[in-house]
């Protein structure tokens, strides 16, 4: 039996379902960022048979075998009769299209106490939260990353002694589905100065420096509200960035300062909004190209692996562009054969 976080010691414990099957498939759903709403009879919440969902309560899903699996919180709550569940939430509950939703949930209802048109149904939105020891497994196999890719802007080369001046991120999937964008301009921090050579360029980018200066916010508002943004995407997040070692160093150090996270994942103690070490967009590429390492570089790639997306020093601009050669560079790498071997003795 997976034991349970002591942040949970006192939360309501629920499975999907009214079979272990059932409840090992939704389940899975929710781990897989598909499913992000539920419904349930009125009757039997009145009836005490389950607990009444609680907007803002954080709930623990259990699996098919009783354990603990996940946690999520409870966004929004409305009653309806079944004949006025709209397609939008029927979707929401990731199990099919309408047709197929009606059809299953009927036949539940009709199993657990009565169907009729007109019941009343409390239906429900949420997030997943944390995914708790006994929904590792399911999770590691059945969820899609989201890669955020950051493109960031700044008035040095490094933000020991410089500062950010704005940055934007796209949230895409490995095939290229969008799940929204963020953008933000930054203040300069008073504890750093512009450098030389950096300011000297962007005197040669008038237009940029206008557009990565104006409207600029502190950063110990943005960088919060960018750690929210994450959180709030499906699934496992994964930062990306071309190049890591440049782009990825500004947000990871803002993002330690200001909001109590990393861009990188691991056995912290801080908040976690992104999975493993990250993606290196500039690494990728030049392996991927076959190029030997001094031939490696952003600006070799065709024009069409960046959606003829021109490259403008914008941060958004610049994201979007890197996003689109993020999905031209998982359709090769989908190409090569895998790679096969003894296990590893790397822990």
């Given at each position: 039996m997976s034991?349970?976080?002591?942040?949970?010691?006192?939360?309501?414990?629920?499975?999907?379902?009214?079979?272990?099957?059932?409840?090992?498939?939704?389940?899975?759903?929710?781990?897989?960022?598909?499913?992000?709403?539920?419904?349930?009879?009125?009757?039997?919440?009145?009836?005490?048979?389950?607990?009444?969902?609680?907007?803002?309560?954080?709930?623990?899903?259990?699996?098919?075998a009783g354990e603990p699996a996940a946690a999520i919180e409870t966004l929004s709550l409305e009653t309806r009769r079944f004949e006025d569940v709209d397609v939008a939430f029927a979707e929401a509950e990731g199990e099919g299209p309408y047709a197929k939703w009606r059809a299953e949930h009927e036949a539940y209802f009709e199993r657990n106490g009565g169907y009729s048109p007109d019941m009343e149904l409390v239906c429900e939105r949420f997030r997943l939260v944390e995914v708790l020891p006994a929904g590792r497994a399911v999770y590691n196999r059945v969820a899609s990353p989201?890669?955020?890719?950051?493109?960031?802007?700044?008035?040095?080369?490094?933000?020991?002694?410089?500062?950010?001046?704005?940055?934007?991120?796209?949230?895409?999937?490995?095939?290229?589905?969008?799940?929204?964008?963020?953008?933000?301009?930054?203040?300069?921090?008073?504890?750093?100065?512009?450098?030389?050579?950096?300011?000297?360029?962007?005197?040669?980018?008038?237009?940029?420096?206008?557009?990565?200066?104006?409207?600029?916010?502190?950063?110990e508002i943005v960088m919060p509200r960018f750690a929210d943004w994450v959180d709030a995407l499906p699934g496992p997040k994964v930062f990306a960035a071309a190049p890591m070692m440049f782009d990825g160093l500004w947000m990871d150090h803002y993002l330690d300062e200001y909001a109590g996270t990393r861009v990188l994942g691991g056995p912290f103690k801080t908040r976690q909004i992104f999975r493993g070490g990250g993606v290196c967009l500039y690494t990728m590429a030049g392996t991927l190209r076959g190029a030997p390492y001094l031939d490696w570089g952003m600006s070799k790639l065709p024009a069409e692996f960046y959606g003829h997306i021109p490259h403008t020093h914008r941060a958004i601009d610049d994201a979007r562009g890197f996003a689109q050669v993020l999905v031209e560079l998982f359709k090769l790498s989908r190409a090569l054969p895998a790679i096969t071997g003894s296990a590893s003795d790397f822990r």
């Open positions: 034991k349970l976080p002591p942040q949970y010691a006192n939360a309501n414990q629920f499975s999907f379902g009214d079979s272990p099957e059932l409840a090992d498939e939704l389940l899975a759903l929710v781990l897989a960022g598909k499913k992000t709403a539920t419904c349930g009879a009125l009757r039997d919440y009145q009836a005490g048979k389950e607990a009444m969902p609680v907007v803002g309560r954080r709930d623990v899903v259990l699996n098919g989201i890669f955020v890719v950051t493109d960031i802007e700044a008035d040095g080369p490094t933000p020991l002694h410089s500062s950010m001046l704005s940055f934007a991120s796209v949230a895409i999937d490995a095939d290229g589905k969008s799940y929204g964008e963020f953008e933000a301009v930054l203040t300069p921090r008073a504890d750093r100065k512009p450098d030389a050579t950096t300011m000297a360029w962007w005197a040669s980018q008038p237009e940029a420096w206008d557009y990565a200066t104006k409207g600029a916010e502190a950063p």
